[in-house]
């Protein structure tokens, strides 16, 4: 088993930043990525970032691209995701999630971190 646990949301003006962590815990020796989804009121999950654990190799929804920047410290087991220039349709719930197994994709998920961006 794997715990997630985010932090960092909050409110914030259009334009402004905010940076979010996610910290994992448990049966994490075998990690291949983490990354970021979001859920807006009465809209589908989406993709933000992803990281691999190994490279650091990044990838981005091409809404945040230029705008977001994911980044690891692989001691702390803990992903960060820096958002600027923030809009407020990117009010929504931020998620993290963690590979752990091999072949599969956001095996555990954490329990979301609030950004709401005030008009």
């Known amino acids: 088993q794997v715990q997630l646990v985010e932090s960092g949301g909050g409110l914030v003006q259009a334009g402004g930043s905010l940076r979010l962590s996610c910290g994992a815990s448990?049966?994490?020796?075998?990690?291949?990525?983490m990354g970021w989804f979001r859920q807006a009121p009465g809209k589908q999950r989406e993709f933000v970032a992803r990281?691999?654990?190994?490279?650091?190799?990044?990838y981005y929804a091409d809404a945040v691209k230029g705008r977001f920047t994911i980044s690891r410290d692989g001691a702390k087991n803990t992903v960060y995701l820096q958002m600027n220039s923030l809009k407020p349709e990117e009010t929504a719930i931020y998620y993290c999630?963690?590979?752990?197994?091999?072949?599969?994709?956001?095996?555990?998920w954490g329990q979301g971190t609030q950004v709401t961006v005030s008009s």
């Open positions: 999630t963690i590979d752990v197994r091999p072949g599969t994709e956001y095996d555990y």
């Open positions: 448990g049966r994490t020796f075998s990690t291949y990525a």
């Open positions: 990281i691999t654990w190994g490279g650091g190799s990044t």
